[in-house]
């Protein structure tokens, strides 16, 4: 296991090298840069003092969309501002020197570094995404398992309703429908609606910081919960299910061990395997992107939004910044998937593969 961890940290950077090349390769085509926004910006406010200095400065030839008629000298400040007026391959590999140092810069448009913005985001992502990440699991496994031992029973039926609702209708219509009824919306005003703690929370005691952090994750969590815990329980369910029918089961209960021991000691670490790989999946999805919605309508700032608001500003930093992070951190989480399985089951030798 050992060899097999040192090699797959050795391909880590060699991964990060592509997904990195490809983004970048990708972005350079895009249009809408962020010299083009600030041009269309200075279009817009008018250039009547410019033009009345400069009538024989030299206009733009028209490299970028909306430069027309706009100084030279202009777009080539703009493009040393952002960083364009070297070539493309110069700017990569600066770049992949820099995020090996974990040097990302300052973004385009906010006074922050990027790794001050996503250390104010990171909070948000991680409470939503952890939370509702052991929630899940905590609820999933025991029902898959129970549906997988009661399969076809009314459990089994009426239990398989919440999970073909959870599975069909959109997580942000779970979160208008929480808003509406608990969130002062139409009926209740049990939950605040924005922020991830209360305006007063420096003057509240230990126990009331804990108690008013609850308090404000409560419903968001929940509809992330209520989102992504269908697909873990049928894959529970299945996994058990095609376990259960194997001759090595039959057999164990034929020496007379008892349903329980069956089910835990044999069962168990065979199903378990499929689930515990799709964790670090989950556990991703659950802290950048399926966070997205939730966190525009509970208005929380978490990373999620950070860049999304980065992606139409093309904030190219930030971009590269958390693409960089979320990949790194995927990569990881891999390893620990991998790393679980032979804990989970000592037979798999990924050194021997």
């Given amino acids: 296991m050992r060899n097999y961890i040192i090699k797959r940290l050795l391909l880590i950077p060699l991964t990060l090298f592509g997904i990195m090349l490809v983004n970048f390769t990708i972005i350079q085509f895009a249009p809408g840069g962020p010299v083009e926004q600030t041009l269309a910006k200075y279009r817009g406010l008018g250039v009547g003092g410019e033009a009345a200095i400069g009538i024989s400065s ?52 906010k006074d922050k570094t990027v790794l001050e913005l996503i250390a104010d985001r990171m909070p948000v992502s991680i ?25 076809g029973s009314k459990f089994d039926i009426w239990t398989s309703f919440a999970v073909i609702i959870g599975s069909s209708i959109p997580v942000f219509l779970f979160a208008v429908f929480l808003i509406v009824f608990f ?44 989102g992504g815990f269908a697909s873990l329980t049928i894959l529970t369910k299945n996994s058990f299910l095609d376990e259960l029918n194997k001759q090595y089961v039959l057999t164990a209960r034929a020496k007379g061990l008892s349903e329980k021991q069956v089910l835990y000691g044999h069962v168990f670490r065979n199903a378990m395997l499929l689930v515990i790989a799709g964790f670090p999946l989950l556990l991703i999805k659950m802290l950048f992107t399926g ?3 939730i966190e525009i309508i509970f208005s929380l700032n978490g990373l999620g939004l950070l860049g999304y608001e980065a992606i139409l500003t093309r904030d190219y930093p930030i971009i590269f910044g958390t693409l960089y992070i979320f990949a790194l951190l995927g990569l990881l989480l891999k390893l620990v998937s991998d790393i679980t399985y032979s804990i989970v089951d000592p037979r798999i030798n990924f050194d021997a593969r």
């Fill in 58 to 109: 030299q206009l733009s030839s028209g490299k970028y969309q909306g430069s027309q008629g706009v100084p030279e000298y202009l777009v080539k400040e703009l493009e040393k501002q952002f960083g364009f007026d070297k070539p493309a391959h110069i700017r990569f590999f600066k770049m992949l020197k820099d995020y090996a140092l974990f040097d990302f810069g300052k973004s385009f448009y």
């Fill in 127 to 151: 409470s939503l995404g952890l939370w509702a990440t052991i929630i899940i699991y905590l609820i999933a496994i025991p029902l898959g398992i129970k549906k997988a031992v009661c399969d």
């Fill in 183 to 226: 969130a002062g919306g139409t009926y209740f005003s049990w939950f605040p609606l924005r922020g991830l703690t209360s305006d007063n929370w420096a003057e509240l005691s230990i126990i009331g910081k804990i108690a008013d952090y609850f308090h404000h994750i409560t419903l968001p969590v929940i509809t992330m919960v209520i």
């Fill in 291 to 293: 966070a997205l919605l």
